[in-house]
């Protein structure tokens, strides 16, 4: 069985500044790992995603996700705010041949301007 | 059309009433899955197809809840006998291929009064 805990439901920051959430996993097997957005009025869509290889992972819109193994941890990350990632964001996890994905409670970012 | 369309948008419905709830998936995604989320959660696993068939239904929470998708495109998520429980918002998605990116729909929000 796989689960993912995001911790902090609501983040602010300000424009420009480090985005960080954080999310931890567990699973019994090895993990695919992946990050969704949900914009206001839009469906979810993918930011990134950990299968295996590189463990630090880009994605788009400037968003880089680290898969530690040993924190089981797969924290999303982004140097510079933008008004425009004010959104939420789903950690979500599945096991290798498992295609049914376990989400997060999502973690709900707003920017300060 | 370019993305996964889902209908009806909205739908309010009455304890004990039947609902179908259809998915329009992106042509040519062989799998298709249902989600449910609950007000201040992450989208939770109901049921995956592959091509015609439900090759994981694990998640429907009882026999109130079917889905089919008879010739493997379109599917209906049918909820029998209603309850206030049911109340959410349905989430469809679809992927080329199993483990492949999954692309959501803008969901299908579900009231019961």
């Known amino acids: 069985a796989q689960s993912v805990t995001q911790l902090g439901s609501h983040v602010s920051v300000s424009e420009g500044a480090l985005v960080l959430l954080r999310c931890n996993y567990s699973s019994s097997v090895p993990p695919y790992l992946f990050w969704y957005v949900q914009y206001p009025n839009q469906g979810l869509q993918l930011l990134l995603k950990?299968?295996?290889?590189?463990?630090l992972v880009k994605g788009i819109n400037g968003f880089e996700a680290e898969f530690k193994k040993s924190e089981t941890s797969f924290h999303l990350t982004k140097p510079s705010a933008h008004m425009s990632d004010a959104a939420e964001y789903f950690c979500?996890?599945?096991?290798?041949?498992?295609?049914?994905?376990?989400f997060g409670t999502g973690t709900r970012l707003t920017i300060i301007p | 059309g370019a993305g996964v369309s889902q209908t009806p948008s909205n739908k309010v419905t009455e304890k004990g009433k039947y609902v179908e709830l259809r998915c329009d998936p992106i042509s040519g995604h062989t799998a298709l899955y249902w989600y449910r989320q609950s007000l201040g959660q992450g989208p939770e696993f109901l049921i995956y197809?592959?091509?015609?068939?439900?090759?994981?239904d694990s998640g429907l929470p009882n026999d109130r809840f079917f889905a089919v998708r008879p010739e493997g495109s379109v599917s209906t998520l049918k909820i029998q006998r209603t309850e206030r429980g049911d109340s959410a918002v349905y989430l469809c998605?679809?992927?080329?291929?199993?483990?492949?990116?999954?692309?959501f729909g803008e969901g299908s929000r579900l009231t019961v009064l």
């Open positions: 950990y299968t295996t290889g590189a463990t």
């Open positions: 197809f592959q091509g015609t068939g439900a090759a994981d």
């Open positions: 979500a996890v599945s096991g290798v041949g498992n295609e049914k994905l376990t």
């Open positions: 998605a679809s992927s080329l291929r199993p483990t492949g990116e999954l692309f």
